[in-house]
C-alpha cells in the first residue's frame, strides 16, 4: 500500500480548492453567456491547455519506457468519442442547473455522483458491498433535507438538473474506469474535452445567441474554468494521486463538495439554512464513508 505523502497530499488539497471554486466560476460566467456557450469555450480552453501537458508526459513515459504507446487507434477513437458525449451531457446538466440554485448545493449534489458508481457498478456486474447500500441511504436523507422545503415537497428544477448530472457522471467514471488502462489518461482527458467543447459549441449556435461582446464579458470565468479546472487541476490530480493511498486521495478530493459551500459563501454572499446544512453534513459523510468500504472491498479482491 502506498504511504501517505505530504506533498501528494498538498497536490490533491489544491486540486479540490480549485474544483469546488470552480461552481462560483460556472455560476458567475452565467450572467453573461448561455450554459452551451459557457461549456463549449471552457471545454476547448481545456483541450488546447492539456496537448503540451500531453507532450510532456508521453516524452516522460518514452523517456522511461522506448516501447510505450498512448493505447491502440480503436481504444483512443472509442473512450475518447463516447467520454466526450457523456461529458457533454453530464457537464451541460450541471451548467444549466447551476442557473437555478447556490453553488453550495450545486457542489453536494454534484458529489452523489461518488454514491452512485457502486450502486451503476452492478450493471457491468460489480458487487456492491451491502455497507454501500447504507451509504446511499444516507445520503438520499442527506439530499431530502438538502433540496426539499419545509412547505413543500417539490423537487425544485436545478436540484433535479443536479442530480441527473451526478447519474451521468457516475457512468462517466465507469467508462473511464474501463478505458484508462488501455489508454493514456492525459490523452484521453485531451479527447473528451474537445468532443464535448465542439458539441456544447454546436448547441449554442443552435440553441443560443451568441456575443462575441458577451463572451469577453465572461472571460475570467471562462478562463478559470478553462485553464484551471481543466487544465491545471486535472494534471495536479494525476501528479497528486502517483505517491498516495488511493482512499486517502478520493477523501482529498472529496472535499470539493465542502469548498463549494465556502467559495459561495465567500465570493457571492450565498448562504444556506440549517436544514441544508444538515443535508450537506448528512451527504459529505456517506459519501466517505462509502469510498472507504468500496475501497476496502477492492483490497479483499
Same mark, same amino acid.
Given at each position: 500500500?502506498?504511504?501517505?505523502?505530504?506533498?501528494?497530499?498538498?497536490?490533491?488539497?489544491?486540486?479540490?480548492?480549485?474544483?469546488?471554486?470552480?461552481?462560483?466560476?460556472?455560476?458567475?460566467?452565467?450572467?453573461?453567456?448561455?450554459?452551451?456557450?459557457?461549456?463549449?469555450?471552457?471545454?476547448?480552453?481545456?483541450?488546447?491547455?492539456?496537448?503540451?501537458?500531453?507532450?510532456?508526459?508521453?516524452?516522460?513515459?518514452?523517456?522511461?519506457?522506448?516501447?510505450?504507446?498512448?493505447?491502440?487507434?480503436?481504444?483512443?477513437?472509442?473512450?475518447?468519442?463516447?467520454?466526450?458525449?457523456?461529458?457533454?451531457?453530464?457537464?451541460?446538466?450541471?451548467?444549466?442547473?447551476?442557473?437555478?440554485?447556490?453553488?453550495?448545493?450545486?457542489?453536494?449534489?454534484?458529489?452523489?455522483?461518488?454514491?452512485?458508481?457502486?450502486?451503476?457498478?452492478?450493471?457491468?456486474?460489480?458487487?456492491?458491498?451491502?455497507?454501500?447500500?447504507?451509504?446511499?441511504?444516507?445520503?438520499?436523507?442527506?439530499?431530502?433535507?438538502?433540496?426539499?422545503?419545509?412547505?413543500? !415537497? =417539490?423537487?425544485?428544477?436545478?436540484?433535479? #438538473?443536479?442530480? @441527473? $448530472? /451526478?447519474?451521468? *457522471?457516475?457512468?462517466?467514471? &465507469?467508462?473511464?474506469?474501463?478505458?484508462?488502462?488501455?489508454?493514456?489518461?492525459?490523452?484521453?482527458?485531451? !479527447? =473528451?474535452?474537445?468532443?464535448?467543447?465542439? #458539441?456544447?459549441? @454546436? $448547441? /449554442?449556435?443552435? *440553441?443560443?445567441?451568441?456575443? &462575441?461582446?458577451?463572451?469577453?464579458?465572461?472571460?475570467?470565468?471562462?478562463?478559470?474554468?478553462?485553464?484551471?479546472?481543466?487544465?491545471?487541476?486535472?494534471?495536479?490530480?494525476?501528479?497528486?494521486?502517483?505517491?498516495?493511498?488511493?482512499?486517502?486521495?478520493?477523501?482529498?478530493?472529496?472535499?470539493?463538495?465542502?469548498?463549494?459551500?465556502?467559495?459561495?459563501?465567500?465570493?457571492?454572499?450565498?448562504?444556506?439554512?440549517?436544514?441544508?446544512?444538515?443535508?450537506?453534513?448528512?451527504?459529505?459523510?456517506?459519501?466517505?464513508?462509502?469510498?472507504?468500504?468500496?475501497?476496502?472491498?477492492?483490497?479483499?479482491?
Amino acid at each position: 500500500m502506498r504511504q501517505f505523502s505530504l506533498k501528494s497530499a498538498v497536490l490533491l488539497l489544491l486540486t479540490a480548492i480549485i474544483w469546488g471554486s470552480a461552481f462560483v466560476a460556472q455560476s458567475v460566467g452565467m450572467r453573461y453567456i448561455g450554459p452551451f456557450t459557457f461549456n463549449g469555450t471552457r471545454s476547448v480552453l481545456g483541450a488546447l491547455i492539456l496537448l503540451p501537458i500531453l507532450a510532456l508526459f508521453i516524452k516522460s513515459e518514452k523517456a522511461k519506457d522506448s516501447h510505450y504507446c498512448v493505447g491502440t487507434k480503436k481504444d483512443i477513437l472509442y473512450s475518447g468519442i463516447l467520454c466526450g458525449v457523456v461529458m457533454f451531457v453530464a457537464s451541460n446538466l450541471q451548467q444549466f442547473g447551476i442557473q437555478y440554485t447556490t453553488v453550495g448545493k450545486a457542489g453536494f449534489i454534484t458529489a452523489f455522483y461518488i454514491v452512485l458508481v457502486p450502486i451503476l457498478g452492478i450493471f457491468v456486474k460489480r458487487s456492491c458491498p451491502p455497507l454501500v447500500w447504507c451509504g446511499v441511504l444516507l445520503a438520499l436523507v442527506g439530499l431530502w433535507f438538502l433540496c426539499m422545503r419545509k412547505e413543500s !415537497i =417539490q423537487l425544485q428544477l436545478g436540484d433535479l #438538473l443536479l442530480f @441527473l $448530472c /451526478a447519474v451521468v *457522471f457516475a457512468i462517466h467514471i &465507469l467508462i473511464i474506469d474501463h478505458y484508462s488502462p488501455l489508454v493514456n489518461g492525459v490523452l484521453l482527458s485531451c !479527447i =473528451q474535452f474537445a468532443i464535448c467543447g465542439v #458539441l456544447s459549441l @454546436l $448547441c /449554442a449556435f443552435l *440553441f443560443e445567441v451568441i456575443s &462575441l461582446p458577451a463572451i469577453l464579458n465572461a472571460w475570467q470565468s471562462i478562463l478559470y474554468a478553462g485553464i484551471l479546472s481543466c487544465g491545471v487541476a486535472y494534471t495536479l490530480q494525476i501528479l497528486g494521486q502517483k505517491n498516495i493511498d488511493p482512499t486517502v486521495g478520493s477523501l482529498i478530493l472529496s472535499l470539493e463538495s465542502c469548498i463549494s459551500v465556502l467559495a459561495g459563501w465567500v465570493i457571492l454572499k450565498q448562504t444556506l439554512s440549517g436544514r441544508e446544512l444538515f443535508g450537506c453534513a448528512l451527504m459529505f459523510f456517506a459519501v466517505i464513508f462509502v469510498q472507504i468500504v468500496a475501497s476496502r472491498k477492492a483490497k479483499q479482491r
